[in-house]
């Protein structure tokens, strides 16, 4: 069985749901932040399962949407799939292994899968890249805000 997903708040608590016989526990799980993988949790009716500590801030939403990134170079570019996305920020994969490399600023440009097809072009910041999975994250003016991202994203939450 995969471990299950467990949403951290920003008190850093998390709530436990045991598979097994449906008991609820709140922990502070601040002293896990930097871990990486999944925790062996064990209830009181001393079923053990596995879950792994999700802290992002921002829910993000898996994807398959297609579209292009481009360094500021216009030979620095290529096509990507995004795979999730969140008001944040996103994960995309290019068909061979990325040239980018962390800091890099580049322009992302794809489309939603909403009903209107929103086109989304912005500038963000890779943070990870491995192999050719690149996460960036956005790089939002103060004050800005994209109602076309917001009202896709909150779409998905009410579903």
Known sequence: ??????????KDEAVFLCP???ESRTANVAAYKNRRGSLKVKCACSFVYEVTLEFRTAYRKPAKLTGSFQRSDPRHGGRMVVKNISMGGLGFETPVKSFLKAGDIITVHFWLDDKRRSEIKKQAM????SGNFV???FLNQPGQYDAALGFYMREVIAK
Do not use: I, L
Not at 1 to 10: E, L, T
């Open 135 to 137: 996460g960036a994250e």
């Open 20 to 22: 097994q016989c449906g």
């Open 1 to 10: 069985m995969d471990p299950k997903k467990v949403y951290v708040d920003s």
């Open 126 to 129: 890779v943070r990870t890249v």
